[in-house]
Structure formats: structure tokens, C-alpha cells
């Protein structure tokens, strides 16, 4: 052999060595193969996969096998046949044997190489996402490589077809980029939300959710979005006796259309129009069980009445009872050595109370429980701690947590503390103004009446615009969208609407006009508690309340018209753009009617303390 090697044309080596790479890859890969080859057998022998049955621990890694074994099939055939011509002739050159050979040198090669990096990966699952990647860029080999596409995707669509079809993940693994979280409780089917997602795993709080490292990339975030929503519909619409037998026949059509989609394509056209149909089937069905068979429209009057202070009297009454019960402790210093647990007690017992006496009905309030996560953060004001950190929990009939989501729910629970403190600061100038009525026999300009009086004008004009000019209007388009719908999704589309537009047109998106109003707000309230002050030490100790001017109420005076100023240059501001322009109009027109404050803007304002005040 060494001699006949010897013998040979040093060129001829050259093609001897890149014939023998062949055998090498070849070798290499059959023993990728081999490491597979009872799963690879097992799906070979295998036509059709049965509904339910279990995936293996690598089942993409398995597909790969299929492929290359394809692969091979095609190698052996093109040795067969060169046996033939070699026996027939004799003389054929090593440079024929290369031509022959070659276009497998490269495949095999590529084939190696990407068989290293499946390996590198710790999830079998994004061998299509690497599959992808080497077919886009050997687009001289697309057709050989279509021998491991077709079954790769064949995989991803059958983990798709179980899901979407039958709501079930035969994945032990977690292949599937839908996944099951073991923390929730069984019935707790995700919702989709309308809003935009990045490709990152969010936080668990459903019973099913998509684990974004999993998502090959070219999935769309909308497509993805909708195989989850189809597995979570045919969830509910299987455990509803009214809607149980009419999935059975849907389920046979749905799996006829997933088996039709093209394997042989990393393009996502026909299974975006599919899973479209497919949620429009499932929609109509889901919008009949929301909305006809379980009563929506209560759920969201609960909602406004609640969250969103629909019922303005349960409100001021909550904050009455709580102003009494602190005031019985006129001590803060005691109320703050109650344990806690003692203090959110009192705080759910005085909105039960408040619940009672605006007459609340008993299985209403059954279905919400008031929720207060304070913790000792070291504030003077206790009230404030806990009434900060309060929320409400509402018990979500199935099927209605499809639609309400603890995502959304935390945003109802954002505005209904938020009005809580508007509510409560228009309650406590109120106050004042009744306590000081008698002691303030005629407001001294510069003094804390018309201070005052500045503050509530503002607070009561930007209180009435959230109720009736943001809430009431947008509950009722809310309304008008559900009685149009006429799918499931239609629904999902105005809720999402709804909330995402009081949240906007409320400025708890804006974080310069959320930090400013707070900063407004945040000054009334320490206002309101020097006032009370003053008032207590008049009634308990004689001393009298300071009518006008005074270093105090200046500072507080001007610190307010400096905040009052800077809000109305922003919402000035954006006033000129047109997806603000509307609703802040809307604002303007309460707080600056016909210009007449802001006309005076570039007055000194401690000299017309009384501009705004006049207005009352």
C-alpha cells in the first residue's frame, strides 16, 4: 500500500485525501447517528403521530437524524451506481471519482459543522432556529438541506397542531416555547394581551405561558401570541358543557388545516393565515360564552364602580370612616405601635363598613377583598402608609379570567389608588374649609383661605375631569365596542383600548406629568396637615389660627403656584399634538377657561393670589 501510495502523483494525493474527507464526515456523522438510532428507528417506523402519545427527550434532535439519514439514502444510491461504472471501467482517474464526489464533500462538511453546534446547545429545540440559519446562508445546497427542513419542521408544527388543536403539550422536555407553569393551579388559562411583548420570559402569573428564549426568531410576537391564545381557547371551550360538543367537530377540521401547511418553508405566511382563521373560528364561540352565557357587562360595572370609583358615595364614605377612626387616636404615635397586621385589619373593616352603609349588595361584596402590602417604611403619616399600598382583589369567574388578567388587574388597582388620594385630598380641603369657616371670618388675601380655596379649585376641576371626562367616557365607549363585537377578540381588543386609554389620558403613562401631579398633590396633603394642626391647637389649647400672612403659607404659596405653572406649560405643551390635543383640551377648559389664568402667567403671581380663586 505505502508503495503504491508511493507511486502516486502528489496532485493525486491531493484528490485521494479529499476523497477520504468524505468517508471521514460520513464516519462522523454516522455515529452522531448511531448515539440516536433507536428514537431515529422508532420515528422512521412511524408514519403518523397519535394525538397525546409522548415526544422523546430530543425529539428535534431526532428529525435531524431522519434528515441525514435521507441524506445518506441519496450517497448510497450515487455508490451504487459509480460501482457499476468503475467495474465497466477500469480506468477511471481519481479526478473523476472527485467530480463525482464532491458536491457531498461540501454537504457533509456542512453537515458536520452544524451538527457541533446542535450539540453546544442545551435545548434541542433550537436546532430549527440553527437549521434556519445554515440554509439561508448555502443556498447553492437548499435542496439537499430540504432532507432535514421537512422533518424539522415537521416536529415544530406537530408540537404546534397538539396545542392549538387539542390544548395539550406532550413536551416532558420543554421543547415547546409554550409552556406549563407547575407553580399555578390547575384552570388558570393565560390571556393574551393585545399589548407589544419583547422576546423575554415575563413573569409567571397563568397557568400557560411562552418562554421567549424558545421562540425561533422568525415568529412573529403576534403569531406567537396566537398559538398561545388557540391552545388556551380550545382549554375553555372543552370544559364548557354548551360548547364541549361543538369542539369535538371543529377540532377534526382544525387538524385537517395544520396538516395542510407546507413543511418544506421556514416561511410563516400560510401558518399566520391559518392560526388568523383559526382564532376567528374559536373567537365567536368564545365570545358567546363571555358575554351571553356569563355576564361581562356586571364584571365591568364591578370594575368602574370599584376600581374606578363608578360609586363616588362608597368612596367618600371609606375615607370618612378612616378620617374618624384615626381621629378617635389623635395620637399618630399610637395608631403607628398597633402591630400591623391590627391596621390593615381596621382598614378592611372600615371599607366593609363604608360597603354597608352605602348599601352594597351582600354578593357583591363578597367579590372583592381590600388587599393593603404596606410595610413599615418609616412614614410619619399611617394613614398615608397604608392607604398608599392599599388595593382591591376582585374573584374572577371563570371563564372571565381569560379576559382579566393579574397584569391588568394591577393597572385597575394603579388608577383605584390613585383616585383614592384625589378623592381623599378633595375630602380633607373640604374639611378645612368647614373647621375654619368660623375662624376665618373674611379671607385675607396671602392668607391660608385663599390658599386654599386655589387648591380646591384645582383638585375639584382635575377630580370631575377624571370621572366624567376620562372614566364615564371611555366606560362608555367600552360599552358601545362589547355590544358591536362579535368576536372574542374584538372583546379582548376593546378592553385592552379601554384601559391603555384612561391610563394615557390620566398622565400615569407620562412620568414628568405622573411625578408632577404627585408633587402637587403631595404638597396640598402637607398643606392640609399644617392646617390641622393649627385647627387642633385652637381647639385644645386656645391658640388662635393666623389669618393672614404668614412665612409658612407664603412658602406653601409659592411653592403651589410654581407646580401649578409648571403643569399647565406642560399640558400646553401638549396640547398642540394631536393624540393629546383632545383630552387635554378637555383638562385646559376646567382649569383655564377662556385663558384668563394663564393671560396673567407672566405676572407675579404673590402679588394675584386671588386669580384663581376668583374664578369660584
Same mark, same amino acid.
Given at each position: 500500500?505505502?508503495?503504491?501510495?508511493?507511486?502516486?502523483?502528489?496532485?493525486?494525493?491531493?484528490?485521494?485525501?479529499?476523497?477520504?474527507?468524505?468517508?471521514?464526515?460520513?464516519?462522523?456523522?454516522?455515529?452522531?447517528?448511531?448515539?440516536?438510532?433507536?428514537?431515529?428507528?422508532? #420515528?422512521?417506523?412511524?408514519?403518523?403521530?397519535?394525538?397525546?402519545?409522548?415526544? *422523546?427527550?430530543?425529539?428535534?434532535?431526532?428529525?435531524?437524524?431522519?434528515?441525514?439519514?435521507?441524506?445518506?439514502?441519496?450517497?448510497?444510491?450515487?455508490?451504487?451506481?459509480?460501482?457499476? =461504472?468503475?467495474?465497466?471501467?477500469?480506468?477511471?482517474?481519481? /479526478?473523476?471519482?472527485? *467530480?463525482?464526489?464532491?458536491?457531498?464533500?461540501?454537504?457533509?462538511?456542512?453537515?458536520?459543522?452544524?451538527?457541533?453546534?446542535?450539540?453546544?446547545?442545551?435545548?434541542?429545540?433550537?436546532?430549527?432556529?440553527?437549521?434556519?440559519?445554515v440554509?439561508?446562508?448555502?443556498?447553492?445546497?437548499?435542496?439537499?438541506?430540504?432532507?432535514?427542513v421537512?422533518?424539522?419542521?415537521?416536529?415544530?408544527?406537530?408540537?404546534i397542531?397538539?396545542?392549538?388543536?387539542?390544548?395539550?403539550?406532550?413536551?416532558?422536555?420543554?421543547?415547546?416555547?409554550?409552556?406549563?407553569?407547575?407553580?399555578?393551579?390547575?384552570?388558570?388559562?393565560?390571556?393574551?394581551?393585545?399589548?407589544?411583548?419583547?422576546?423575554?420570559?415575563?413573569?409567571?402569573? /397563568?397557568?400557560?405561558?411562552?418562554?421567549?428564549?424558545?421562540v425561533?426568531?422568525?415568529?412573529?410576537?403576534?403569531?406567537? &401570541?396566537?398559538?398561545?391564545?388557540?391552545?388556551?381557547?380550545?382549554?375553555?371551550?372543552?370544559?364548557?358543557?354548551?360548547? $364541549?360538543?361543538?369542539?369535538?367537530?371543529?377540532?377534526?377540521?382544525?387538524?385537517?388545516?395544520?396538516?395542510?401547511?407546507?413543511?418544506?418553508?421556514?416561511?410563516?405566511?400560510?401558518l399566520? &393565515?391559518?392560526?388568523?382563521?383559526?382564532?376567528?373560528?374559536?373567537?365567536?364561540?368564545?365570545?358567546?360564552?363571555?358575554?351571553?352565557?356569563?355576564? !361581562?357587562?356586571?364584571?365591568?360595572?364591578?370594575?368602574?364602580?370599584?376600581?374606578?370609583?363608578?360609586?363616588?358615595? !362608597?368612596?367618600?364614605?371609606?375615607?370618612?370612616?378612616i378620617?374618624?377612626?384615626?381621629?378617635?387616636? @389623635?395620637?399618630?404615635?399610637?395608631?403607628?405601635?398597633?402591630?400591623?397586621?391590627?391596621?390593615?385589619?381596621?382598614?378592611?373593616?372600615?371599607?366593609?363598613?363604608?360597603?354597608?352603609r352605602?348599601?352594597?349588595?351582600?354578593?357583591?361584596?363578597?367579590?372583592?377583598?381590600?388587599?393593603?402590602?404596606?410595610?413599615?417604611?418609616?412614614?410619619?403619616?399611617?394613614?398615608?402608609?397604608?392607604l398608599?399600598?392599599?388595593?382591591?382583589?376582585? =374573584?374572577?369567574?371563570?371563564?372571565?379570567?381569560?379576559?382579566?388578567?393579574?397584569? /391588568?388587574?394591577?393597572?385597575?388597582?394603579?388608577?383605584? $389608588?390613585?383616585?383614592?388620594? #384625589?378623592?381623599?385630598?378633595?375630602?380633607?380641603?373640604?374639611?378645612?374649609?368647614? &373647621?375654619?369657616?368660623?375662624?376665618?371670618?373674611?379671607? %385675607?388675601?396671602?392668607?391660608?383661605a385663599?390658599?386654599?380655596?386655589?387648591?380646591?379649585?384645582f %383638585?375639584?376641576?382635575?377630580?370631575?375631569?377624571?370621572?366624567?371626562?376620562?372614566?364615564?367616557?371611555?366606560?362608555?365607549?367600552?360599552?358601545?365596542?362589547? &355590544?358591536?363585537?362579535? @368576536?372574542?377578540?374584538?372583546?379582548?381588543?376593546?378592553? +385592552?383600548?379601554?384601559q391603555?386609554?384612561?391610563?394615557?389620558?390620566?398622565?400615569?403613562?407620562?412620568?414628568?406629568?405622573?411625578?408632577?401631579?404627585?408633587?402637587?398633590?403631595?404638597?396640598?396633603?402637607?398643606?392640609?396637615?399644617?392646617?390641622?394642626?393649627?385647627?387642633?391647637?385652637?381647639?385644645?389649647?386656645?391658640?388662635?389660627?393666623?389669618?393672614?400672612?404668614? +412665612?409658612?403659607?407664603?412658602?406653601?404659596?409659592?411653592?403651589?403656584?410654581?407646580?401649578?405653572?409648571?403643569l399647565?406649560?406642560a399640558? $400646553?405643551?401638549?396640547?398642540?399634538?394631536?393624540?393629546?390635543?383632545?383630552?387635554?383640551?378637555?383638562?385646559?377648559?376646567?382649569?383655564?377657561?377662556?385663558?384668563?389664568? *394663564?393671560?396673567?402667567? /407672566?405676572?407675579s403671581?404673590?402679588?394675584?393670589?386671588?386669580?384663581?380663586?376668583?374664578?369660584?
Amino acid at each position: 500500500m505505502d508503495l503504491e501510495i508511493q507511486l502516486l502523483h502528489l496532485w493525486e494525493r491531493m484528490v485521494q485525501n479529499e476523497i477520504l474527507e468524505i468517508a471521514t464526515h460520513y464516519k462522523q456523522l454516522h455515529s452522531f447517528i448511531e448515539s440516536k438510532k433507536e428514537r431515529a428507528n422508532s #420515528v422512521l417506523s412511524t408514519s403518523t403521530v397519535i394525538h397525546g402519545s409522548e415526544y *422523546s427527550t430530543e425529539s428535534y434532535i431526532t428529525a435531524i437524524c431522519v434528515g441525514i439519514i435521507s441524506v445518506f439514502k441519496t450517497y448510497f444510491n450515487l455508490i451504487d451506481d459509480f460501482e457499476w =461504472k468503475v467495474l465497466n471501467d477500469p480506468f477511471i482517474t481519481f /479526478s473523476h471519482v472527485q *467530480s463525482v464526489f464532491e458536491p457531498y464533500r461540501e454537504l457533509f462538511r456542512m453537515l458536520h459543522i452544524f451538527i457541533d453546534r446542535v450539540k453546544s446547545e442545551k435545548s434541542s429545540c433550537l436546532v430549527v432556529e440553527i437549521l434556519k440559519s445554515v440554509f439561508d446562508s448555502n443556498i447553492h445546497k437548499q435542496d439537499q438541506l430540504m432532507h432535514l427542513v421537512i422533518p424539522a419542521n415537521d416536529t415544530l408544527y406537530k408540537h404546534i397542531t397538539d396545542w392549538v388543536v387539542f390544548g395539550c403539550l406532550p413536551n416532558p422536555n420543554s421543547e415547546f416555547f409554550v409552556q406549563l407553569n407547575k407553580e399555578q393551579p390547575e384552570g388558570l388559562e393565560s390571556t393574551i394581551t393585545i399589548r407589544s411583548r419583547t422576546r423575554n420570559t415575563k413573569k409567571k402569573t /397563568s397557568r400557560y405561558f411562552i418562554n421567549y428564549t424558545l421562540v425561533p426568531t422568525y415568529f412573529s410576537i403576534q403569531l406567537v &401570541e396566537r398559538i398561545l391564545f388557540m391552545g388556551n381557547s380550545i382549554l375553555v371551550l372543552g370544559k364548557s358543557d354548551k360548547t $364541549r360538543a361543538g369542539l369535538a367537530g371543529k377540532q377534526q377540521e382544525f387538524f385537517s388545516r395544520m396538516q395542510r401547511l407546507p413543511r418544506n418553508t421556514f416561511r410563516t405566511d400560510s401558518l399566520s &393565515e391559518t392560526m388568523e382563521e383559526l382564532t376567528c373560528a374559536v373567537g365567536k364561540d368564545l365570545h358567546h360564552l363571555v358575554v351571553s352565557e356569563t355576564d !361581562l357587562l356586571t364584571h365591568l360595572s364591578i370594575i368602574k364602580d370599584f376600581f374606578l370609583g363608578g360609586r363616588g358615595e !362608597l368612596f367618600h364614605e371609606f375615607q370618612s370612616i378612616i378620617s374618624q377612626n384615626l381621629s378617635k387616636k @389623635t395620637s399618630m404615635m399610637d395608631l403607628k405601635m398597633l402591630p400591623t397586621k391590627n391596621v390593615r385589619l381596621n382598614i378592611k373593616e372600615c371599607f366593609r363598613l363604608a360597603s354597608s352603609r352605602v348599601q352594597v349588595q351582600e354578593h357583591i361584596l363578597q367579590k372583592i377583598e381590600v388587599i393593603v402590602t404596606a410595610t413599615d417604611s418609616g412614614k410619619a403619616d399611617a394613614m398615608e402608609k397604608y392607604l398608599s399600598e392599599i388595593g382591591l382583589n376582585l =374573584k374572577q369567574e371563570w371563564p372571565l379570567h381569560i379576559l382579566f388578567t393579574q397584569e /391588568s388587574m394591577d393597572g385597575y388597582n394603579e388608577m383605584f $389608588r390613585f383616585l383614592l388620594q #384625589v378623592r381623599g385630598l378633595q375630602m380633607q380641603l373640604k374639611l378645612i374649609w368647614l &373647621e375654619t369657616r368660623q375662624i376665618f371670618r373674611v379671607p %385675607i388675601p396671602n392668607g391660608p383661605a385663599i390658599l386654599r380655596i386655589q387648591m380646591t379649585y384645582f %383638585i375639584d376641576n382635575f377630580q370631575y375631569y377624571l370621572q366624567a371626562d376620562v372614566l364615564e367616557s371611555q366606560y362608555g365607549i367600552l360599552i358601545e365596542g362589547i &355590544e358591536k363585537s362579535e @368576536t372574542f377578540d374584538h372583546i379582548r381588543l376593546c378592553l +385592552s383600548k379601554f384601559q391603555s386609554n384612561i391610563m394615557v389620558q390620566s398622565f400615569r403613562t407620562n412620568p414628568s406629568l405622573r411625578d408632577g401631579i404627585q408633587q402637587l398633590m403631595d404638597l396640598c396633603t402637607s398643606y392640609c396637615k399644617h392646617m390641622n394642626y393649627l385647627i387642633q391647637q385652637y381647639h385644645e389649647h386656645g391658640i388662635p389660627v393666623c389669618e393672614g400672612r404668614s +412665612s409658612t403659607i407664603d412658602e406653601f404659596t409659592t411653592n403651589f403656584h410654581r407646580k401649578v405653572e409648571f403643569l399647565y406649560a406642560a399640558f $400646553r405643551r401638549l396640547a398642540g399634538d394631536p393624540q393629546f390635543g383632545v383630552y387635554l383640551g378637555q383638562l385646559l377648559l376646567r382649569l383655564d377657561y377662556n385663558s384668563y389664568f *394663564s393671560k396673567y402667567r /407672566s405676572m407675579s403671581l404673590s402679588q394675584h393670589p386671588s386669580i384663581i380663586g376668583s374664578l369660584t
